[in-house]
């Protein structure tokens, strides 16, 4: 379902001036982390729980679309929960500007009950191998006492990763939210519903509301 309501606002985009390149990887060096991006990392990944003595680090970057210097993730319902918010408390975002983490903070706080509805997949909830091996057992799914998700932990650490490794490899990312609004038609909508049935009607408001997003 993801990757339907990317490939629609892709569709959407293709006309426009701009040039996008799909399905964008970048290749991570490690080495800009040294210093600065470390003390950050290690930040996050301590008040998560984690418990090895070297940082897991990603090696590489996907991202839904580029355009120019801005990379693009679309966020799902799992990605919205205390684990997240903890995350967009640390030094990292205030270190950085990111001009949605302030609306990430809310969507943490109000919408968890619907990761709740989605997380609780086992390849979520438990997530790799990785996720136990570096955040500790999970309780059943569901359960968010004692040690939690650690799948969802994980996402979180690495959603962390991504913010930062994008800003220290010169990119801007920018994070669209299944929950945001746009308007349309005179009323809000959301983004969500308008790609997952996209009509031609709201394709100039949507083209709009994204390329406003290019400063």
């Known amino acids: 379902m993801h990757q339907i309501k990317v490939d629609h606002l ?29 003390e950050l990392l290690t930040e996050i990944f301590d008040s998560l729980g984690g418990s090895v003595h070297h940082l897991p680090l990603l090696e590489r970057l996907k991202f839904d679309f580029k355009i120019n ?5 679309y966020d799902d319902s799992v990605h919205f929960n205390r684990y997240r918010l903890s995350t967009l408390k640390s030094d990292l975002y205030e270190t950085f500007s990111f001009t949605w983490s302030d609306a990430y903070k809310r969507l943490c706080r109000t919408f968890e009950k619907d990761c709740l509805k989605s997380g609780l997949q ?48 010169g990119y801007k990312l920018i994070r669209i939210p299944v929950y945001e609004n746009i308007m349309t038609g005179g009323s809000l909508k959301k983004i969500d519903d308008l790609l997952l049935n996209p009509k031609e009607e709201t394709f100039q408001a949507i083209k709009n509301w994204l390329f406003r997003k290019l400063v």
């Open 69 to 73: 210097r801005f990379l693009f993730i």
């Open 10 to 38: 892709i569709q959407i985009l293709k006309d426009s001036e701009y040039q996008i390149e799909e399905d964008f990887r970048l290749e991570v060096n490690s080495e800009y982390l040294k210093g600065k991006g470390d």
């Open 122 to 169: 086992e390849r979520v909830w438990y997530g790799p191998p990785i996720a136990e091996k570096v955040f500790g057992k999970s309780e059943e799914p569901g359960d968010l006492s004692g040690n939690g998700s650690s799948g969802w932990k994980l996402n979180a650490y690495n959603d962390a990763q991504y913010d930062l490794l994008t800003r220290l490899h």
